[in-house]
Nanobody, 114 residues
């Protein structure tokens, strides 16, 4: 069973930057379009960014030009570079494939506040 582990969250002031990491227990990126999602309590999980095995990326309008999704040199690692953070980016961030094929991890909390 694939395990997804997210890390790198924290408390950041508006305008700051964070880099989130996603590590999987198995090599799945080659075979799946991978994505970052986020969820705020009481709201549905939202797709933030996705990346194909060829490196093609897509972003939600709310994060376009601020966030960058990428895959690491290791075949089981993925990143989300978040710049110019805003309070509305506050959420728990998760990684998974498009279509959420795998069991959700614990996520990593990102809080943007002054």
């Amino acid at each position: 069973q694939v395990q997804l582990v997210e890390s790198g969250g924290g408390l950041m002031q508006p305008g700051g930057s964070l880099r989130l990491s996603c590590t999987t227990s198995r090599i799945i990126f080659v075979f799946n379009v991978m994505a970052w999602y986020r969820q705020v309590p009481g709201k549905e999980r939202e797709l933030v960014a996705s990346i194909t095995n060829k490196g093609n990326t897509n972003y939600a309008d709310s994060v376009k030009d601020r966030f960058t999704i990428s895959r690491g040199n290791a075949e089981n690692t993925m990143y989300l570079q978040m710049n110019n953070l805003r309070p509305e980016d506050t959420a728990v961030y998760y990684c998974n494939s498009i279509g959420s094929k795998f069991r959700w991890g614990q996520g990593t909390q990102v809080t943007v506040s002054s």
